[in-house]
């Protein structure tokens, strides 16, 4: 067999498993826009990456918004009900049950001492641990690809929402 025999056959039997292979590579997953727009909107926009006191101020933000009645602390009731805009994607992917068990699975991860609600320092413990974590490459700043892929709340909303 010459090589150019060799390499049509190896094209064929690629060519089934690269298709689907090469497809999946541009499709976006569940809640991936909302994640992009999500991570635009910390900081300035002026850089690809968002620094520790861009990602504290974001996160102060959204405490001061998940926060209703404005006593300080965040009741499970409270969690529950805010939403980045992933339930409409659950609802519509039929994933309602898998997104309710990863808010109640953070909101425990968050809620330190157990007492049934998140106040500003656990708040901004998880927050400085999520960072943390997220930056695989420990240079201080997160690109969009570790905030995707590291950052918990967008990470453990995304795997309820996929299907896999």
């Known amino acids: 067999m010459n090589s150019k025999s060799t390499l049509a056959l190896l094209l064929t039997l690629i060519a089934p498993v690269a298709a689907p292979l090469a497809a999946q590579s541009t499709e976006t997953s569940p809640g991936q826009e ?7 909107s910390i900081g300035d926009g002026s850089t690809a990456e968002i620094d520790m006191g861009q990602f504290v101020d974001f996160g102060r933000s959204i405490f001061t918004s998940i926060d209703s009645n404005e006593d300080g602390a965040i009741a499970h009731g409270e969690f529950i009900e805010w939403d980045f805009g992933f339930e409409f994607i659950a609802d ?3 994933r309602q049950q898998a997104f309710q068990a990863a808010r ?14 998140i106040d500003l320092r ?3 413990r998880a927050m400085a641990w999520d960072y943390r ?8 700043f997160l690109s969009r690809e570790e905030f995707l892929r590291g950052y918990t709340v967008i990470k453990t909303y995304r795997a309820a929402l996929s299907e896999q």
């Open 34 to 40: 909302l994640s992009d727009l999500i991570f635009g």
């Open 92 to 94: 519509e992917k039929g």
């Open 104 to 117: 109640n699975i953070l909101f425990a991860n968050w809620d330190r001492n157990s007492d049934g609600t």
């Open 122 to 124: 656990e708040y901004h």
């Open 133 to 140: 974590r997220a930056d695989t490459n420990d240079d201080a």
